[in-house]
């Protein structure tokens, strides 16, 4: 973890372009050992005569030595200085990590923001502070297929809490919209495409078992498709595996099949002429019978 701490400073008699071995704080400042911490990361400055450092160091508590693993800048073009006698070691904010804001309160990146967690939890809460606190957050549960959240969520009391309603989500294979407990949807590698209104589920979409449409409103239809205005085209049409117009129906409502129809109750024909039409498969009445006109 990278830590800065105010008031950091210490001396070093180390020599060469190695760790640094400290020795000790000056008078009103602390060390490294109390500042920054076993194991952490800091950012320091070093000053050894005319030659200085800048650089990001990780704080060794056992020999309490100060690594030097990045160099941001230097009297030596950029690379580690040569230390011979004794060096000044601080901590400091190098210009070239810093996130600084202009007049207007925008804040300019140099660089890839990167947020680390070392548990399941939010890397950013952002609220307005009010009797609410309704908290936007960016969520990941860690894992080798973490599952991320960004969405709300009511307060930021904890720092482990995801996002519980107005999120996206996703991992691998799998993503989603969650608008509350009862309206979202969802598509996923293993499981159907589903969309979820008033907690009642309106369609499910896979590639195994197909699509399927659920409604709960029995006063409205359960699909309507509207044309467009003049439409000459089909309304609809339905293929074979070979992508062959098996039927149809037309903008005028005409149904065409190329297979058969098999009726299971009554059908019921309106405005059946009286005479033959003399259009080859058109139906007309012969006083109670149905016939078939040849054209």
Same mark, same amino acid.
């Given at each position: ?9 210490? =001396? ?5 372009? +190695?760790?640094?071995?400290? !020795?000790?704080?000056? /008078?009103?400042?602390? &060390?490294? *050992? %109390? ?99 309704? =908290? ?5 549960? +860690?894992?080798?297929?973490? !599952?991320?959240?960004? /969405?709300?969520?009511? &307060?930021? *009391? %904890? ?136 054209g």
């Open positions: 973890m990278i830590k800065v701490a105010d008031r950091v400073k210490e =001396t070093s008699l180390t020599q060469g372009v +190695g760790t640094l071995t400290l !020795e000790g704080a000056f /008078g009103g400042f602390q &060390s490294f *050992a %109390s500042g920054i911490g076993a194991g952490n990361s800091t950012y320091y400055a070093i000053e050894n005569e005319s030659k200085w450092e800048v650089g990001l160091g990780t704080y060794e508590t056992g020999s309490n030595a100060l690594t030097r693993d990045t160099i941001f800048d230097s009297s030596n073009s950029g690379e580690k200085i040569n230390l011979d006698g004794v060096s000044v070691v601080f901590c400091t904010y190098p210009a070239d990590q810093a996130v600084l804001k202009d007049t207007t309160g925008i804040s300019n990146l140099r660089k890839t923001l990167t947020l680390t967690r070392t548990s399941p939890g939010n890397f950013i809460h952002a609220y307005n502070e009010d009797s609410y606190n309704r =908290t936007i957050a960016l969520y990941s549960d +860690g894992g080798i297929s973490p !599952e991320w959240r960004l /969405g709300l969520k009511t &307060s930021p *009391a %904890s720092e482990s809490s995801p996002p519980s309603y107005g999120y996206v989500y996703g991992e691998d294979g799998k993503v989603g919209l969650i608008a509350n407990s009862t309206n979202s949807f969802k598509i996923a590698n293993n499981t159907e495409f589903a969309v979820k209104h008033n907690n009642v589920k309106l369609m499910g979409a896979s590639s195994f078992t197909g699509i399927n449409f659920t409604t709960d409103s029995p006063a409205f239809p359960s699909i309507t498709i509207n044309a467009a205005p003049g439409q000459s085209a089909n309304i609809q049409e339905w293929k074979g595996g070979d992508s062959i117009t098996v039927a149809s129906l037309s903008s005028n409502g005409d149904i065409e099949t190329s297979g058969s129809v098999t009726l299971v109750k009554t059908l019921k024909i309106l405005d059946v002429p009286s005479y033959d039409p003399g259009v080859a498969g058109a139906v007309w009445k012969d006083g109670n019978h149905l016939m078939i006109s040849d």
